[in-house]
């Protein structure tokens, strides 16, 4: 085991607890100071880091080059070495992704809503930083960057744990953020890579109540579900995207199929894909088959209902109560006809995952009660759910998504890292 | 054991959690029917409760003396017994509080920041319930009927678990509420009021993710620790409500004496009530004497520190360490002379609950500070803490004040039993 605490390595292997206590102590330190911290210094952290960054790609690339080697030692598969690869384009969007965050507004301090009561007093909301915040996350070490950058430009301290593989590459990229905090003037420990990969300091990390304010995993959904059921602490998570495209009986066919099309084929691995396609039967006979062929063209995979079916028997394989619930996240799909608009919010309710559906309708009424009654933290009208997606709806960038209903639900930007307090302003008042 | 469902008692003692469990499928159902439902209805059934408590007071205030004839058998305390009255005039309030949640607008489907992105498509923001919300309260019968109601209005399915000694009043105030709920047309467990005094309901209770979405406890600090401690469903809880109002170097001593006199003597056993006063030393010594004098005149015990004493040794015992971190709820004030903001608002950070803060001052800039830098739920200028609460802020009520910092903040009313899910508006839009 490795722990380092300010740079220095320390021999004794069992002190994860203490290393882990230091780490929270300085994080709520360093939150104190960062609340109060203006825009201009936060951004300047940001730049300078940036800087850092590109100064420093050549020992960046070495040090992702070690943690490469030894994930290709232990058989890491395709899929795994190439999330953990650093690549000069890769750098860059980092360096890119950092400039755009300075850009946006800063979400700290932020005054709304401010009113004369009837007693006299004038209240209001101040959007203020939640303090603490923990990300874990796989071995993808640009998820450094990103998630460090937006806790700072939030005004929050963090903490991040990064997968084991990617141990090297992450310290690297801390030595860049260290860096870019010194030179702008702010506590190192505003954000802190946790130095070792000893699993231990996971459990420890979900259950530090004092320190940290909100935990957010990053992951796969093994890594959610057990960030979930072990966190004493607040966890924004995002489970699965099982997401759904609805066409209805007043859906215009073409907008149909190019969104069905779109929210299927334009990227498979990714939680805004659709994995359920729900035809109304009223206009399976006209839409289905093209739409089959359409996607057969693509190389997708499809699996159906009875009634889906035989469309297209030999193309189209039987769907299994199972594949309601699975999130694909591949090219295969599941095609079910539904009677109309209930069948199909039953549907979705029931078998998805809350995360973004859409309705392809041009029927006022069946579209304003998909978006009342869906209860997914996105829904949408004649779009493809591939739109869902931070920079697509304007928050500039994104932690993730949440699919949780408490706090923050759909993509959560840098407002979703930050809370509202009261404020109240008088000029002597009192009670009566 | 006393088990009710659908009103048939059952005789199997060993069956709560079979129990608890149909209550959570119900509430499920119901919450699906309710997140529709239109505010004519909602208002409709609040108004036809009113109208049922209104009628049933005899035999409400029967079933109440039969809890109070128990409780005082079982030697419970003055305080409480008065909590567990219902009387002609709590029994009006009752009405009344009914009557003004109708009058309050309906927060659910409140479409807010629809903006049209570079893309096309149309964003914006869809407030929609939470779900079922699950409460848990002590021995005062009219929280059930406040909270019932809450939860109805904002469309949410609720269970409620009030203390065990108030168990006929509410199980006599929820017959009340399904026979409103029956006349509107609406389903019976929209509200379900748990009809055993068996504990281990709450245990369950709190673990019960598949059918409640939140849990809220309101009561006692000890209440509000158990439930934090062993809920796996998210808790908004509110603990200590131990404030702060501090006398600037540059307040107006008169609005000063105004605003600590009404934040410590105005209700001594509520959360907004101030616990600490914290007074800069350039003011202290115009400040104190007339201060003190007014403290005492009203019969509150005061606690210092030995600066503080040195005003009054006779009058003001010795502050503790202690005593910087206890919510009196009581005639008692602790005073500190501080050297200016920069201590005050280190010690409201350190050692007060994020509650409610005040600073009294007519300076710009150290009001702005104070503002921005003490992290709690309300922070006031020139007013007194006592301000803090649903009613005031134009919440119109609240189920409770938030001294968390995910979701929601302060009072929580309608808006904070609520999530807002996003929408997309497209017209055959694509991502490309």
Redesign the interface.
Known sequence: MRVAVNNEISSDGGDIEQYMAQLGRQARAAA?IL??TDPEAKNDALLKIAEAINQQRELIKAENQKDMRDAELNGLDAALLDRLLLSDARIDAMIEGLRQIVSLPDPV?EISEL?Y?P?G?Q?GK?R?P??VIGIIYESRPNVTIDAAALCLKSGNASILRGGKEAINSNQAIYQCIKQGLKLAGLPQTCVQVINTIDRSAVGLMLNMQESI??IIPRGGKSLIERVS?EA?I?V?KHLDGLCHVYIDDGA?L??AF??A???KT?RYGVCNAMETLLVAESVAKDFLPDMISGLIEKGVELRGSASTRQYNPDAIGVASDEDWETEYLAPILSIKIVDGLEQAITHI?HHGSHHTD?IVTEDYSRARQF???V??????????T???DGF???LGAEIGIST????A???VGLKGLT?????????????H
Do not use: C, W
Not at 375 to 384: I, R, T, Y
Not at 404 to 407: I, V, Y
């Open positions: 104190e609340a109060q301090g009113e009561r007693s007093i209240v101040m203020v939640l303090g304010d909100v059921s004493s607040p924004i215009n073409s907008k190019d969104i099309l779109n929210a334009r309710n859409a978006l009342r009654r209860d997914s933290s996105s829904v949408m009208v004649n779009a493809s591939t739109f869902s697509e709806y304007g949780d209903k408490l706090h639900r759909g993509p809370s509202q307090k009261y404020i109240v302003y008088g000029d002597g008042h009192i009670r």
